[in-house]
């Protein structure tokens, strides 16, 4: 299992910016795809987004999609999620993740999460 530390929650307005980090020390890193989860208070968790190992492919939830963009920078071994336009459904714990492949949604490391709050 891969260790996974994400950073950059807080509290937030609705309408404004939060960027979320997730680094690991993982030398393997380049050749997971990498993703976030996120987790509101009483909900299951869900699929937010996900990148391919270069970064080249994204896919991103409906709920999501226009709003948050992820990326990553391999030689810092670092995904980010960059969210904008947050609203108060956007608050929950977010987790990132690296899964099986680009088109599994197995889950095979979790991050210990980060919590956003959006307020209105």
């Known amino acids: 299992q891969v260790q996974l530390v994400e950073s950059g929650g807080g509290l937030v307005q609705a309408g404004g910016s939060l960027r979320l980090s997730c680094t690991t020390s993982?030398?393997?890193?380049?050749?997971?795809?990498m993703g976030w989860y996120r987790q509101a208070p009483g909900k299951q968790r869900e699929w937010v987004a996900h990148?391919?190992?270069?970064?080249?492919?994204?896919n991103y939830s409906d709920s999501v999609k226009g709003r948050f963009t992820i990326s990553r920078e391999n030689a810092k071994n670092t995904v980010y999620l960059q969210m904008n336009s947050l609203k108060p459904d956007d608050t929950a714990v977010y987790y990132c993740?690296?899964?099986?492949?680009?088109?599994?949604?197995?889950?095979?490391?979790w991050g210990q999460g980060t919590q956003v709050t959006v307020s209105s």
């Open positions: 993740v690296t899964l099986e492949n680009f088109f599994s949604s197995k889950v095979t490391s």
């Open positions: 993982e030398t393997i890193y380049s050749l997971k795809v």
């Open positions: 990148t391919s190992t270069d970064g080249g492919h994204t």
